[in-house]
């Protein structure tokens, strides 16, 4: 009991000394203070995906929202349209600034806590994630291909279909927990946490995450980047030498 | 057991990729052909991304292709100067392929463009070997085989820059090797197949080879192609997963041996209408494919920053 309780000031302690306020806020709304278990999500050969927790106190009531975003993409997004009978690859719209991966958790549902002009200047919810067209398209089909991209990063495992739940432990203390699938992408993430209170977001804190591949499959991936010339030469002195060998084994067996 | 494929990003489960190697390298060794008209639309069905499953194919390719001929040669199956020859024009090939994949993934048809290839090519020539060894088979039936002309003289014997294949007893014009192997080129690069499916009644029907030496043949033809392949889209394209294509292969070059020993068992004919269903078999899915409604008509792509 006694050290639980030490470990718990300990871990306070820890919170106040990587506290950062985010610096465009006002000086009376740092009243936020939240960590991640692990600032680095390391992908070794068996790494088949992970949860990394995010807990936080704040110093008086109020409601918390968490986005976590992933670096920053190019998406190219196809529509494909009945052409002489088979599909084919149409009408194409670009988009930059996507994350590469998006998700958010609350302890309410979101429309309960913001209006959606505040949500919008946060990027809080699926619906206000930032993503630019490039082409001067017009508003409806912006909005078909935008919902699209969602849709299918849905699909990939890299955007959230649902609202995380961010859990109170009393009326301070929070967690949360972000689960990340085997083809997370590799960069820097920002994971943000808002402090909201009557409808607007009075704090807020951001905490970058890493993820990088770490090991062998690092390795390997670093060498195909780099050397791709000489990785393709030992890819294929590589298979000539497993044909061979399996060759010469039957040859005996 | 799960393992993370750093070039595919991805994690998949071991045996499950040793089975699946094991499984295409049986029907490879068997019919004397690369198997990646088999292993590259399965590859992408289980989410690899398909330059990927293209570059690595044609790295696994090389080491079921060496294998291969290793039997074949112990069974002096193998007309080394007409694989070279064909090897020249399937150097060209290649790096052309690789180019215009290169380009068609940049215009967003890159998967049409496998796809509605391996209808046609898979297709036309599945059903044409098929009904030619149905034939085949009924003849033998009737009254044991009756043994036409050796070969029917068309114009293609009238090229020029003729030239003399000793082991295969043909006369004929490089120009016809040099084509056929181009073109095996071409859809190495762009198809991740060694192009067996083509090689083969290629050079049966058009060189009029002895159907003994084609198998060893082609096989030497696809290991030179699909490593130029393999390089080329490594340095270009980085889409060659080694830990990938080192999985496929233990589990092809096994099956590969076995399919080898099989073949042994098989009557030409047999191999040729077994190797043609299979073939119209993948051909009639991906056309089906293309023609129903896609479950979404979106697709995306990362063109920029972090995959």
Redesign the interface.
């Known amino acids: 009991m006694r050290a639980r309780r030490y470990r718990r000031v300990m871990v306070m302690l820890a919170l106040l000394a990587l506290w950062t306020p985010a610096p465009w806020m006002p000086a009376r709304a740092q009243t936020l203070v939240a960590d991640l278990s692990s600032h680095l999500i390391a ?7 992970t949860d990394v927790v995010l807990f936080g106190a704040i110093d008086q009531p109020g409601d918390v929202a968490v986005v976590i975003e992933g ?12 052409i002489a ?5 149409n009408e ?1 719209l ?1 988009f ?1 600034h996507v994350p ?1 991966f998006y998700g958010v958790a609350s302890n309410k549902p979101l429309d309960a806590l913001l209006p959606p002009a505040v949500a919008q200047r946060h990027e809080i919810g699926l619906d206000h994630v930032r993503m630019l067209p490039r082409a001067d398209a017009d508003a409806a089909t912006v909005a078909e ?1 935008r919902s ?2 969602i ?3 849905q ?1 990939e495992g890299l955007y959230g279909t649902e609202v995380g739940e961010v859990v109170f432990l009393g009326q301070r203390l929070f967690r949360t927990s972000i689960s990340f699938p ?2 997370v ?3 820097l993430y920002t994971v943000s946490v808002y402090l909201i209170r009557d409808r607007d977001v009075v704090g807020a804190q951001t905490t970058p995450l890493a993820v990088s ?1 770490i090991g062998f ?2 390795d ?2 670093d060498f ?2 780099h050397d ?2 000489a ?6 002195l ?11 084994v ?2 005996k067996g | 057991m799960q393992i993370y494929l750093p070039i595919a990003e991805m994690s998949v489960n071991v045996f499950w990729v040793l089975g699946l190697g094991a499984m295409v390298g049986f029907l490879s060794g068997l019919f004397g052909v690369g198997g990646g008209f088999l292993m590259t639309p399965l590859l992408i069905f289980i989410g690899v991304p398909p330059a990927v499953a293209v570059g690595t194919q044609a790295n696994q390719l090389v080491g079921a292709g060496v294998s291969g001929v290793m039997y074949h040669w112990r069974k002096r199956n193998v007309d080394v100067k007409l694989g070279l020859v064909m090897q020249a024009g399937g150097i060209v090939g290649t790096v052309l392929g690789v180019m215009l994949f290169g380009m068609l993934q940049r215009l967003g048809h890159i998967d049409l463009v496998i796809s509605l290839s391996y209808v046609i090519f898979l297709g036309g020539i599945s059903g044409l070997m098929l009904m030619e060894s149905v034939r085949a088979l009924f003849r033998g039936r009737r009254k044991g085989a009756t043994r036409g002309k050796l070969h029917h003289h068309t114009w293609l014997h009238g090229l020029p820059f003729k030239m003399r294949f000793p082991r295969s007893r043909l006369y004929i014009s490089v120009l016809l090797p040099v084509g056929i192997g181009f073109i095996g080129g071409v859809l190495v690069a762009i198809m991740g197949i060694g192009g067996g499916f083509l090689l083969v009644p290629a050079m049966i029907y058009i060189l009029g080879m002895p159907t003994t030496l084609v198998a060893g043949t082609s096989l030497l033809q696809i290991i030179l192609t699909t490593g130029v392949a393999a390089v080329l889209q490594a340095a270009t394209n980085h889409t060659v997963d080694i830990l990938l294509a080192l999985m496929l292969l233990v589990g092809g070059v096994l099956g590969a041996q076995l399919g080898s020993r099989a073949s042994g068992y098989l009557k030409g004919e047999q191999a040729r209408a077994l190797l043609a269903l299979t073939v119209l078999g993948v051909a009639v899915k991906l056309a089906v494919d293309l023609v129903l409604t896609p479950d979404d008509l979106y697709s995306i792509t990362t063109t920029a920053g972090p995959k």
């Open positions: 992908i070794t050969t068996g790494f088949t995906g670096p920053e993409t190019s998406q190219t997004v196809r529509r494909k349209d009945r009978g088979i599909w084919i690859n194409t670009k930059s590469g291909f699209a991209l849709r299918n990063k699909r085997a083809n992408p590799i960069g591949k499959s690092a390997i991936f195909a980047q791709g010339l990785y393709g030469v030992m890819g294929v590589l298979a000539v030498g497993a044909g061979w060998l399996a060759g010469s039957f040859r």
